[in-house]
């Protein structure tokens, strides 16, 4: 069988002809840290698959309550009937979520929980009387998956230009004030904060306050490279958001479920939003889900009665879904069993950074950033080739037995928070070897 191995791209399209020219590295199996591959090789999953598999692969708490399930009811409606596990794993959703988020409408990805959060926000005001609140505002190099609503919020040009304007009345925040590239980042995390965060203050007076429904915005942007904001950012935001009315989204696709050191990173920066996206660690990503949590206040706004239901129509065949929410309530007990929600921002949260901070002075290396489970290597990019460097990384470290995710020049890691230090210490070595062997 031809192994292709010029993958350039990490969107596969799904041809029956395996050879075509992005056809990706074939994983066959998965157990607690690693993966394996057709050509019988164990790989250490430096990413969590795609930032999703926070309690390790293979957990046969979850296996088991999904096989069981499946066994039992295969699917029931979303509307009009219903399922205990359904409000079961809200319930229990709801335990963990910041305080007054006690509302949670079931999709089935990231991309569907942002546009239901961007359709929540607009009911919201429109149910008040203030339908002229229409314009959304993302954020420079934002990722908010790949629908209409969160492409056009998205801050990644280049995703969203081959599609027009998408949806009218968007506008992007700044990332950084600063002119190179991650300054959001790698400026001065210690302030600087509510002065960037003073840029929606500027939108506001451009745009007129009034007509503005929501922000959204990653915590930490994650698939864009790790971007961790400033100290007072996201305070800042919220006060602004709070002084003109306007509803204030967390995407937390990435960020939920212990990645940051506590369940959401709302907790971590003691900001809550009106509005949170959720999916992928949900659960654990051995189903499709997403869940969006809602504040009461905001829910009762909206929700006031069969007429608004109506209009607010909003739901998927396979919101709720049976197979998911058992896989979800067996994904929360797991992490509650291990302590991973927390796991974190303990000492093996400290030990990854230790070893993160250990390849500093390697070549090429330009900024190191980490937060709780997350961390990125940002790679001086060659003048007309960027990305060259860090996708050469990606390579070797494949050929190394380890996963790896590259975005732009910068080196992304998320491992399962089941992590251990030999695990690190194994990250560490292969990535120190890479990085001084790439041109
Ligand atoms: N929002 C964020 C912050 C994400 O990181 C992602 C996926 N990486 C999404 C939304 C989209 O999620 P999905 O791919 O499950 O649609």
């Not at 999916?279 to 829910?299: C, D, Q, R």
């Not at 292969?430 to 790439?438: A, D, E, H």
Request: proline share 5%.
């Amino acid at each position: 069988r031809t192994r292709p191995n010029d993958l350039s791209s990490f969107w596969m399209p799904f041809t029956a002809n395996r050879q075509f020219k992005q056809a990706p590295r074939m994983l066959v199996a998965a157990k607690d840290m690693h993966y394996f591959t057709d050509d019988g090789r164990k790989v250490l999953d430096g990413t969590s698959g795609l930032w999703c598999v926070n309690a390790g692969h293979g957990r046969p708490k979850i296996t088991e309550a999904i096989q069981r399930q499946a066994a039992e009811m295969d699917y029931a409606p979303p509307f009009q009937m219903g399922h205990p596990l359904a409000f079961e794993l809200a319930n229990r959703l709801v335990d963990i979520a910041p305080q007054g988020m006690d509302h949670v409408f079931f999709t089935n990805s990231g991309s569907e929980s942002v546009e239901t959060a961007l359709k929540i926000a607009l009911a919201y005001h429109r149910v008040r009387g203030e339908g002229s609140r229409v314009r959304l505002i993302g954020r420079e190099r934002g990722y908010h998956g790949v629908n209409f609503g969160g492409t056009a919020v998205g801050g990644i040009v280049a995703n969203r230009k081959m599609f027009g304007t998408l949806v009218a009345g968007v506008d992007h925040l700044p990332h950084t004030h600063l002119p190179h590239l991650n300054a959001f980042s790698r400026g001065e995390p210690e302030h600087g904060g509510e002065d960037l965060a003073n840029a929606l203050e500027r939108l506001a007076a451009l745009h007129d306050a009034s007509t503005i429904a929501a922000v959204i915005v990653e915590p930490v942007a994650g698939s864009t490279g790790v971007l961790i904001p400033p100290k007072g950012y996201l305070k800042r935001l919220r006060e602004i958001c709070d002084k003109h009315g306007i509803l204030l989204i967390f995407d937390e696709v990435i960020t939920g479920y212990g990645r940051l050191g506590a369940p959401f990173a709302a907790e971590v920066f003691g900001v809550t939003p009106d509005i949170m996206t959720t999916a992928k660690g949900v659960t654990n990503g051995a189903v499709p889900m997403g869940a969006v949590f809602v504040k009461k206040e905001i829910y009762d706004a909206f929700m006031t009665g069969p007429e608004h239901m109506i209009e607010f129509f909003h739901g998927y065949t396979y919101s709720a879904h049976p197979l998911a929410c058992a896989a979800g309530i067996a994904t929360l007990e797991t992490y509650r069993e291990e302590g991973l929600l927390t796991r974190a921002s303990g000492e093996i949260g400290q030990y990854w950074a230790d070893m993160l901070h250990s390849l500093r002075d390697l070549p090429h290396v330009i900024d190191i950033r980490n937060i709780g489970l997350v961390g990125a290597i940002e790679l001086e990019p060659i003048e007309g080739q960027p990305t060259k460097r860090a996708f050469s990384a990606f390579l070797k470290a494949f050929e190394n037995n380890l996963t790896i995710r590259t975005t732009g020049d910068i080196i992304a890691m998320s491992p399962p928070l089941i992590i251990e230090k030999e695990h690190i210490d194994q990250i560490g070595d292969t990535l120190r070897s890479i990085l001084k062997s790439i041109d």
